[in-house]
């Protein structure tokens, strides 16, 4: 009994120091985005903004090239971002290499903007995933809300307003000088050395004063799980779940006890579906999508001289075409 204090400590001692530490304040995030901003990326960023924040790291540097992607997914993204506790550079890098539509409202969020030389930014006009012919007073009202969303992200962070609605009005872009000249961002930096050079001892408002001169970079790469999010969440890739699970499952009913096509056809409806949560869908797409798979069934029973097949293919068509929202 006389050894049960010090056993006892020593137990709460290995407790602790099993646990996820802190992470020091010479420690840098570094994240690399290199796709569209998809539901499965927002996840990515804003978790390990949360981590940045969390753990009170130095900073987190995201080092951006993205085409763009969904609006939803983006303002995820850009609110984590003007709520993380500690310092957020957005660097658009290597040459070559691009922040389009919502990657500028993501650059321009940050605490720190910087891009590297051969390097462009803009071209932010709201664009439609489907193929429909697009309303007038709708888009009018999205390109609205998107100029205000980005005026107010550009004033927060002392940028170019104006530029920024011009880059969502008429899709103007910048090279990386151009966009330095205008004051869209802060740094044009050679490669990730010379930006945290130039960062370093560099006042950020609210956050203080970053001390990098000891600073540990420490990426944080995606996870199984992101990855596999990421690739569903691709609305292309969720369209083609879809057709697969249809074609399951028509293999299945048309041969009963075939077993596979049900399987394979069965999940890749699930994982379809799942992606639908997180993509703009029109649910009477997904409708007219599954009426078709419903005619194409009815032929195989009844004798309709293929009308039914015609019936089955209009609707496919129909909903494939209305299947995503503006």
């Known amino acids: 009994m006389k050894y049960l204090p010090f056993l006892l400590f020593i137990s709460v001692f290995l407790a602790l120091s099993s646990g996820d530490c802190p992470a020091e304040q010479d420690e840098m995030y570094l994240i690399v985005v290199s796709d569209a901003i998809t539901p499965g990326i927002s996840d990515f960023l804003v978790n390990a903004l949360k981590q940045a924040s969390q753990n009170n790291a130095a900073g987190i540097i995201i080092q ?21 506790k500690v310092p ?31 390097t462009t930014i803009g071209a932010a006009h709201p664009v439609s995933i ?16 998107m100029v205000a969303h980005g005026k107010t992200i550009a004033e927060k962070r002392g940028k170019n307003v104006d530029w920024v609605e011009k880059a969502i009005r008429d899709s103007i872009s910048a090279t990386e000088s151009e966009a330095l000249k205008a004051g869209i961002i802060d740094i044009v930096a050679e490669d990730l050395d010379d930006l945290i050079k130039q960062i370093n001892g560099r006042s950020v408002k609210d956050k203080g004063t970053l001390h990098l001169d000891h600073v540990n970079i420490i990426k944080i790469k995606e996870s199984i799980r992101t990855k596999i999010l990421k690739a569903i969440s691709n609305p292309n890739i969720a369209y083609i779940l879809m057709m697969i699970g249809l074609a399951g499952l028509y293999f299945e009913l048309a041969n009963p006890g075939a077993v596979f096509p049900g399987v394979v056809g069965s999940t890749s409806l ?28 009815l032929e195989i029973k009844i004798t309709s001289y293929g009308m039914l097949s015609i019936a089955g293919i209009i609707t496919l068509v129909l909903g494939s075409l209305i299947l995503y929202k503006k």
């Open 270 to 297: 699930i994982l379809a579906f799942f992606a639908f949560q997180t993509l703009p869908v029109n649910y009477a797409g997904i409708l007219l999508i599954i009426l078709s798979l419903v005619f194409f069934i």
């Open 64 to 84: 951006l090239d993205t085409p763009g992607g969904l609006a939803e997914s983006m303002r995820k993204i850009v609110i984590s971002i003007l709520g993380c």
């Open 130 to 145: 489907g193929s429909r012919p697009a309303d007038k007073k709708i888009t009018e009202k999205i390109i609205n809300d």
């Open 88 to 118: 957020v550079i957005v660097y658009v890098a290597p040459s070559g290499d691009r922040a389009a539509s919502a990657g500028v409202m993501i650059t321009m969020s940050a605490d720190i903007a910087a891009m590297a030389p051969g």
